[in-house]
T-cell receptor, first 115, second 112 residues
Framework: KAGVTQTPRYLIKTRGQQVTLSCSPI?????VSWYQQTPGQGLQFLFE???????NKGNFPGRFSGRQFSNSRSEMNVSTLELGDSALYLC??????????????FGDGTRLSIL | QQQVKQSPQSLIVQKGGISIINCAYE??????FPWYQQFPGKGPALLIA?????SEKKEGRFTISFNKSAKQFSLHIMDSQPGDSATYFC???????????FGGGTRVLVKP
């Protein structure tokens, strides 16, 4: 079974631009969560989607948004990029909400660098 | 109320030794405590997880100990191997949801 696939793996943007990252969950998984990983702040929850609906949102500005499609694939978008947005963006999928019964599996992330 | 504090930040252990990583949480609503292992260039991989209704859970060389009254939990890696050299993260969440609050991570180096 293929794991969580995130594309692209690496991305370089400049300040003020916008970016879209993609996540394909494990086949059959319907819940997708996004996390930002930086050396300073560690792993921080961005948002969670299930059945095309956002179920939960972390403490990030409105420049960070996401969506989920009917095939469970998810995208996150960051507008008006800032230097501080440089990070590894991780996507995790699970069969359904409820991490206790349905473990979350992470992809290898998209490394976003802002120049 | 959402913090998870992890210690130590780094750890060096000899091959065959025991690695111990500790975490403390504040939010008593948390009822799901997983540990993740991350290698450079890779995403975190779930190692082992525990619910607060048990005090210990063992899977192979990895053991979680949980102290509900102290709001602390720890990971023990027995018979540490060089291949265990990685960054380990504790996390906490509610079993009914997928939002995880992560500790700051512990970089473990196992010397041969």
């Amino acid at each position: 079974k293929a794991g969580v696939t995130q594309t692209p793996r690496y991305l370089i943007k400049t300040r003020g631009q916008q970016v879209t990252l993609s996540c394909s969950p494990i086949s059959g998984h319907r819940s997708v969560s996004w996390y930002q990983q930086t050396p300073g702040q560690g792993l921080q929850f961005l948002f969670e989607y299930f059945s095309e609906t956002q179920r939960n949102k972390g403490n990030f500005p409105g420049r960070f948004s996401g969506r989920q499609f009917s095939n469970s694939r998810s995208e996150m978008n960051v507008s008006t990029l800032e230097l501080g947005d440089s990070a590894l963006y991780l996507c995790a999928s699970s069969a359904s909400p409820g991490a206790g019964n349905q473990p979350q599996h992470f992809g290898d992330g998209t490394r976003l660098s802002i120049l | 109320q959402q913090q998870v504090k992890q210690s130590p930040q780094s750890l060096i252990v000899q091959k065959g030794g025991i690695s111990i990583i500790n975490c403390a949480y504040e939010n008593t609503a948390f009822d799901y405590f997983p540990w993740y292992q991350q290698f450079p260039g890779k995403g975190p991989a779930l190692l082992i997880a525990i619910r607060p209704d048990v005090s210990e859970k063992k899977e192979g060389r990895f053991t979680i100990s949980f102290n509900k009254s102290a709001k602390q939990f720890s990971l023990h890696i027995m018979d540490s191997q060089p291949g265990d050299s990685a960054t380990y993260f504790c996390a906490a969440g509610k079993a009914a949801g997928n939002k995880l609050t992560f500790g700051g991570g512990t970089r473990v180096l196992v010397k041969p």
